[in-house]
Nanobody, 128 residues
Framework: QVQLVESGGGLVQAGGSLRLSCAAS????????MGWFRQAPGKEREFVAA????????YHADSVKGRFTVSRDDAKNTVYLQMNSLKPEDTAVYYC?????????????????????WGQGTQVTVSS
């Protein structure tokens, strides 16, 4: 079992930056693939980015490529989402999630059903 707590959300103007953090409990964090998803009001939850347990593989949604970067620090049991050049359409609740399976690929990282544990979310609001 792992507990996830997101932080770093807030209100920012378009073009600005935020860094989200997701702190995980437990000693097995380094074995989990980690993902970031978001959900805007009235919309379905969508994939944003993911990073493998080793940190060797990352995936980013087309809508955030070149602007967002996922990373992890196993010594701190934390995964990050650096968000630059933010747009109003990035406004959403952002969730981190943990996947305990050893397999990790573009075929699995993008689907929320792959993930076993979820945080409570952090609100990101981008004003125009």
């Amino acid at each position: 079992q792992v507990q996830l707590v997101e932080s770093g959300g807030g209100l920012v103007q378009a073009g600005g930056s935020l860094r989200l953090s997701c702190a995980a409990s437990g000693r097995t964090f380094r074995t989990y693939n980690m993902g970031w998803f978001r959900q805007a009001p009235g919309k379905e939850r969508e994939f944003v980015a993911a990073i493998s347990w080793s940190g060797g593989s990352t995936y980013h949604a087309d809508s955030v490529k070149g602007r967002f970067t996922v990373s992890r620090d196993d010594a701190k049991n934390t995964v990050y989402l650096q968000m630059n050049s933010l747009k109003p359409e990035d406004t959403a609740v952002y969730y981190c999630a943990a996947d305990r399976r050893p397999t990790f690929s573009s075929g699995t990282a993008y689907t929320d059903k792959q993930y076993d544990y979820w945080g409570q979310g952090t609100q990101v609001t981008v004003s125009s």
